[in-house]
């Protein structure tokens, strides 16, 4: 693991933390693998107990950092920096390499003055980018220089898809290089003003991500913190690398609403930051002409449907009429989904979790996500539905980047639990294009004669793209034919039921579905 270019073949011999230098003299250095690793320092008994186990079960709602035991075996966290002794270490600096922060103050005393000489070759680093020079007198073999970003409030997405930028080039780095550890400070310093929590956000996320994509390349990720960074460290960690299936479904509520995309990169636009489109037009005449596409800047405050989309009605009126492009709806439309999920992500929604409406069970027979719906646990009269709306983004929002199936179970329901169908087509309206591109069907189980005609009316004139994907399925045992039994959760009143009607299950071979 540790072969790398020509370059970088000069090889130092490793020191544990208990080694002793040339002279006899106890060593200053810790070695990696002296390290207890993060998922060795979980205070709960891993799922050690049915009881938490059960909870767990029946909450039935994922995060979308799991829990992986391989992963957090992989991730250290330390009180230290410079004097790890491991292949690499991240030094953060400014562009000219020369920033005297406490970091790269201390790499450059242990370092000594080769260091110095080396980069001065070099001459720039520019910020997101990631370079590499020898470690000379450190333990560790190699350095990896990176520039992080000066933080604006008015550019925060900016500043974050670039301190996204240094983490995952570090990384990628590394594994070019065949590094088998790898030691992190905050990639940030005082003087450049990113504030802590957001920062380490970003590096917990993207490391994270990285391990599960690459996780096979490297041994060890050391974020190597200071006495006042450690806390928030302890504090966050869990949320990306939760050490038991208790502490993951604890830690899923205390999610930022931005939890990056799939590799962790920032996603959530900002109007602070925008750039724009006419050359020196000053902010201000921007902003006017953005109110007058009735853009809303507010948030959604009491989730009145009629701010979610900014009158969606209205904006395609412009589209036709040629004052509003189809590309500026679809960022608008974005926009407006991000304000309900940092809302989703804000709100108590634990009312509408205990209903057990909607819940991910297993995956299909061509392995995609499954989500049950049930609607007999579903009180339109009873409960808040502008509450169900955010609490279906809260749990979708990251199944919806790759495939997935509804299941939902009409089973014994009544009036009271029928959604409406205004209802239905405003949810459809503010979900985003990966909810309705990644749905590849929804399996309607025990569907009425008047369930049928109403959803044909629905899919024929309120939505388009849905009509097609709706699969009407009479019996569990249909049903089997794209889900095997052992990847779906049945509510036992829907068991119970279509034993009664369609008679008890058996193993025989069920019809197929044409999806």
Excluded at 185 to 208: F, M, Q
Excluded at 410 to 429: G, I, Q, R, V, W
Aim: glycine share 6%.
């Amino acid at each position: 693991m540790d072969a790398v270019c020509p370059e970088l073949s000069r090889l130092k011999t490793s020191r544990s933390s208990h080694s002793t230098d040339a002279l006899g003299a106890p060593s200053q250095f810790v070695d990696v693998g002296a390290l207890r690793s993060w998922g060795d320092s979980c205070e709960d008994e891993l799922n050690s107990s049915d009881a938490t186990a059960k909870t767990f079960q029946d909450d039935n709602i994922r995060s979308p950092f799991l829990y992986n035991k391989d992963i957090n075996g992989k991730v250290v966290l330390w009180k230290g920096g410079a004097l790890l002794n491991g292949t690499a270490i991240v030094n953060t600096s400014n562009e000219s390499l020369t920033d005297k922060n406490p970091v790269s103050e201390s790499i450059f005393t242990l370092a000594g003055p080769d260091l110095k000489e080396d980069l001065q070759k070099r001459r720039s680093c520019r910020t997101r980018e990631a370079k590499l020079s020898k470690g000379f007198s450190l333990a560790a073999r190699f350095i990896i220089h990176t520039v992080g970003p000066k933080y604006k409030s008015r550019y925060h997405t900016a500043a974050g898809s670039s301190l996204y930028s240094c983490y995952r080039n570090v990384l990628q780095l590394a594994k070019e290089q065949s590094m088998s550890s790898a030691g992190f400070c905050v990639i940030n310093s005082a003087k450049r003003g990113y504030p802590l929590e957001d920062a380490i956000h970003i590096a917990l996320r993207t490391e994270r991500r990285f391990l599960e994509i690459h996780g096979e390349t490297i041994e060890k990720v050391v974020f190597a913190v200071s006495k006042l960074e450690e806390a928030t460290y302890q504090k966050l960690l869990p949320l990306y690398f939760p050490r038991s299936l208790k502490e993951e479904s604890r830690s899923l509520s205390y999610l930022p609403a931005d939890i990056g995309n799939a590799e962790g990169e920032p996603v959530v636009p900002e109007w602070q930051s925008r750039i724009n489109e006419k050359s020196g037009a000053p902010e201000d005449n921007q902003e006017e002409e953005e109110e007058g596409l009735g853009v809303d800047h507010s948030f959604i405050g009491s989730h009145a449907f009629t701010r979610m989309e900014g009158d969606i009605d209205k904006q395609r009126k412009l589209i036709l009429q040629g004052q509003l492009s189809e590309a500026a709806l679809q960022k608008q439309h974005q926009r407006n989904y991000n304000r309900w999920l940092c809302q989703a992500r804000s709100e108590d929604l634990s009312d509408i979790a205990s209903l057990k409406a909607l819940y991910q069970t297993g995956v299909d027979n061509c392995g995609r996500t499954v989500m049950v719906v049930v609607g007999r646990n579903i009180p339109v009269t009873l409960i808040d539905m502008d509450k169900a709306l955010l609490y279906f983004i809260h749990v979708m929002d990251h199944i919806a980047v790759k495939g997935y199936v509804l299941v939902y179970f009409h089973t014994l329901t009544s009036k009271y639990n029928h959604l409406d169908s205004d209802f239905l087509k405003k949810l459809y309206d503010v979900v985003g294009v990966k909810y309705k591109g990644n749905l590849k069907a929804v399996n309607f189980v025990h569907p009425t004669f008047c369930s049928k005609v109403s959803t044909w009316f629905f899919t024929t004139l309120s939505v388009s793209g849905l009509k097609d994907k709706i699969h009407h399925v009479d019996s569990q045992h249909q049903l089997f034919s794209t889900i095997f039994p052992e990847q779906i959760d049945f509510p036992t009143f829907v068991l119970e039921n279509d034993a009664r009607e369609n008679g008890p299950y058996y193993t025989s071979c069920p019809p197929s579905l044409d999806l």
